[in-house]
């Protein structure tokens, strides 16, 4: 049996629901030869901490009676002080600074602690920084949560199509934007209304803007640029455009041109093109896919054209790319 002690930090919506996924699959993992024990979980307001496995759902009961967590400890306390072999970064994106997740990335990288994330601003910040810091170090990053949801597609390029050169990479990287454009279309109800409804079902970002207005699938192309595509570019790079102006006039008006209106990413090596912007996909396209659905088609030089889709948000969907990681890491190193 492989045994390895894992640290969530961040114990929101994908924090809780990887703890959930992983109390829920113990058996199932178990039988796969796999012994994964959660040894910390930190929040913002503390930390709750047992080296030989914690109650995952009593942890969750009493966050949400709102109760304080046991111990006054950041993440970066943790860091040195408990036995930990996987630190999973699950707080906020942000990608003026990256932190606090860069901080937790590289603070964890130093101290010979692998790294997994479902947070994109570290990334996007500090791409080669944090690279080079496990190398130094001799540790892995996974980052598959960051890119896509559920869909495995950073490992697919770095596994199975690695001897692929990736020129283009486009689709819809953004599950709270097709979301609420499916649901604008299709129930012809206002804007605002539904963004609340993906705040409520946890698929938004905590700050929604960085969905509507194109910054996360922004973000989510310059993480593909660099680490599948071999570039070296930076979010000022992309130019962006959001969702903010599409009203359910502009989607009628789509319907009668026999399209829809989708949130298109697009990154093409040759002439370093990064675009995010709304585009009209007639409805027989095979990116028009619904709901919080993602897709992306990988082109490359030897295979030509990929395409692979699935849901793009969401705690439950998002931990099969955290758990993919997880266990990843945990063949290669512990
Ligand atoms: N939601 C999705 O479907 C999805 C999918 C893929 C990737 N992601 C990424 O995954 C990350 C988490 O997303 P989420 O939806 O779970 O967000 P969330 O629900 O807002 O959870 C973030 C959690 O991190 C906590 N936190 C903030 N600062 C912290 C710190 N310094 N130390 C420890 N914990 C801290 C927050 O506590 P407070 O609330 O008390 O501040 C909150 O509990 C984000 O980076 C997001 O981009 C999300």
Redesign the pocket.
């Known amino acids: 049996m492989k045994t390895a002690k894992i640290s969530i ?9 990887l703890a959930t996924e992983m109390a829920r699959k113990k058996d199932f993992l178990r039988g796969k030869g796999y012994d994964l024990r959660v040894v910390s979980i ?4 503390g ?1 709750e901490i047992d080296e030989d496995g914690l109650n995952i759902k009593s942890i969750i009961e009493k ?1 949400e009676r709102g109760k304080a967590f046991s111990y006054d400890k ?2 970066l306390d943790l860091i040195g002080e408990i036995d930990q072999d996987i630190l999973v ?6 990608i003026r600074d990256g ?3 860069l ?2 990335i590289l603070t964890s990288l130093k101290n010979r602690v692998n790294v997994v ?5 570290p990334l996007v910040v500090a791409y080669k920084r944090i690279m080079e810091t496990a190398k130094k170090n001799n540790v892995s990053i996974g980052y598959e ?5 559920a869909i495995p597609l950073i490992n697919l390029v770095k596994s199975n199509l690695r001897a692929d050169d990736i020129v283009a990479v486009k689709g819809i990287l953004n ?2 934007c097709n979301y609420i454009l499916t649901k604008m279309h299709v129930e012809k109800r206002d804007y605002e209304e539904i963004l609340l409804e993906a705040k409520e079902i ?5 700050d929604a803007s ?1 969905d509507v207005e194109g910054i ?1 699938t922004a ?1 989510k192309l310059v993480i593909l640029a660099n680490s599948l595509m071999g570039m070296d570019v930076k979010y000022e790079d992309v130019e962006v455009e959001g969702i903010t102006r599409i009203t359910p006039e502009s989607l009628d008006l789509a319907d009668e041109l026999g399209c829809t209106i989708k949130l298109i990413g697009e990154v093409e090596r040759e002439g370093k093109r990064l675009k995010v912007s709304p585009k009209l996909v007639p409805y027989d396209h095979p990116i028009s896919v619904g709901g ?1 659905l993602n897709i992306v088609l990988i082109k490359t030089d030897v295979a030509g054209e990929v395409t692979i889709s699935g849901k ?4 439950k ?2 931990s099969s ?1 955290l758990l993919s990681d997880i266990l990843n890491i945990v063949d290669e190193r512990c």
């Open positions: 930090v961040g114990f929101g919506s994908i924090g809780a629901g930190v929040d913002a307001d930390a966050k950041s993440a970064e699950c707080t906020p994106s942000n932190n606090p997740g901080n937790h994330t479902s947070n994109k601003g949560a960051t890119v896509g949801g599950g709270t946890g698929i938004a970002e905590t960085y996360d973000s919080t793009g948000a969401g705690p969907e998002t790319a």
